[in-house]
């Protein structure tokens, strides 16, 4: 089996593929990333990889089949673009793209290039949801008619100083102090569409906002967005709804998913650490089956072993099989680019709605270039960019929280002292 060689951008999140390109028969030959600490550690591992701080000299490295795109969480779509115009495959963290004329470009150079694209989705393959990805599509369940996604992952007062605090938030013109919590929505949502098949098509949203402060979660240290997540119903493309959360922040942590069909239903179990609730009406039980069954799932595959041992529930590892696999058989991926940008579009439209309290819109079909043209020019984004560039719309419907030039000054003064505390 011939190897694929890749490329890594951003060696903060993309270091965690490196086990699995290794096990998925990948060569690992060049490494980019604007901070050469990040280079010079990944080095000790992956000393033959050549390294660059250029990412127009990365993707020109001779023989590059390939890369996983792992920069900053709102910037994939424009390197991503790079690649596919040089017919390199790639393999893109989420979100696709954070603004709408993004996620249209993005489809465009996917479909000019022969290169495949795929998004790097990993919740989906957690071993609880490829069970339920195998019941639902057993049939035994029928018709999906509802479903409920939440990836709830609360910060804690660790999280809002130290090591922790420079990691996630170095600066006030970071996107994770400006970034809406509905924007990080495909942990949620990405499941449930892998399990039942099925796309969201219009999307409405509440806002479930409380401010932070010293007593609660996170100290005045971390950033003052006072957004906890949004709810978001999505009506789909077979008639069901789902209902999502996005990044939420409340309640206690975990991810959980329900599928409710027209016959039962089934559920990872909240906080049973990937416990199976599957349920049948007592006219549908299936032979062999009891009305309520209660199980820990296996892996369904003769590779659990690797996937064990990769991060997120063995998510990274299958993420990377079905990359390797879709480039070495010339297919589409499940996570393509069509999927990849209608879950972005779902996300920015989802955070627009919650702006106005609950406003549908409809989300675009990225096949058709009638729906493509409406959004072409749609750069709307409420984060800063690498480059300055201010936000065009707020993160969050209650104006007296909005950042100001003092409150993101005084975090930056906050994250000095920090620094210069830990160089006495």
Excluded at 37 to 48: F, H, V, W, Y
Excluded at 178 to 198: D, E, F, N, Q
Excluded at 293 to 315: C, F, I, K, V
């Amino acid at each position: 089996m011939k190897k694929i060689r890749i490329g890594i951008f951003g060696l903060s999140r993309g270091k965690s593929f490196i086990e699995s390109i290794l096990a998925c028969n990948g060569e690992i030959v060049a490494l980019c990333d604007t901070d050469e600490s990040r280079i010079a550690e990944r080095k000790k591992t992956l000393p033959d990889a050549v390294a660059y701080t250029d990412f127009d000299k990365f993707i020109a490295h001779d023989g590059l089949d390939a890369v996983v795109i792992a920069n900053y969480f709102h910037e994939h779509a424009s390197f991503a673009i790079k690649a596919l115009e040089k017919d390199i495959h790639v393999l893109s963290e989420c979100t696709s793209a954070a603004t709408m004329g993004d996620a249209v470009a993005l489809v465009r150079a996917a479909e000019k290039s022969k290169a495949i694209y795929m998004l790097a989705e990993n919740y989906p393959y957690m071993k609880f949801n490829q069970e339920m990805r195998r019941v639902y599509r057993g049939g035994s369940l029928g018709k999906v008619l509802f479903a409920e996604g939440e990836y709830n992952h609360p910060l804690w007062n660790d999280w809002s100083k130290g090591d922790c605090l420079e990691l996630l938030c170095p600066n006030s013109k970071h996107w994770r102090y400006h970034m809406p919590r509905v924007y990080y929505i495909t942990h949620s949502l990405a499941p449930l569409c892998y399990i039942t098949g099925v796309m969201p098509k219009r999307v409405t949203a509440l806002p479930v906002s409380h401010p932070f402060d010293k007593e609660t979660c996170l100290s005045d240290l971390y950033w003052r967005l006072p957004d906890r997540s949004a709810i978001v119903s999505c009506f789909n493309d077979d008639g069901s709804v789902f209902r999502v959360t996005g990044w939420a922040q409340f309640g206690a942590e975990g991810n959980s998913y329900r599928i409710c069909g027209t016959l039962g239903q089934i559920e990872n179990i909240r906080g049973e650490d990937g416990r199976i609730m599957l349920r049948y009406n007592d006219y549908a039980v299936p032979e062999g089956m009891s009305k309520v069954n209660s199980y820990l799932p296996e892996w369904q595959t003769n590779d659990g072993g690797l996937a064990d041992m990769a991060g997120h529930g063995g998510g990274d590892y299958f993420v990377v099989k079905e990359f390797f696999e879709s480039i070495r058989e010339k297919k589409q991926p499940i996570f393509d680019v069509y999927f990849g940008v209608t879950l972005s579009a779902v996300a920015i439209l989802a955070h627009r709605s919650a702006l106005e309290y609950g406003m549908p819109y409809d989300v675009p079909d990225f096949h058709l270039e009638a729906d493509r043209v409406k959004y072409e020019n749609d750069f709307d984004t409420p984060m800063y960019s690498s480059d300055g560039k201010a936000p065009t719309m707020p993160n969050t419907e209650l104006a007296e929280y909005l950042p100001t030039e003092e409150s993101m000054a005084e975090y930056d003064a906050a994250v000095a002292r920090y620094r210069a505390s830990r160089e006495q």
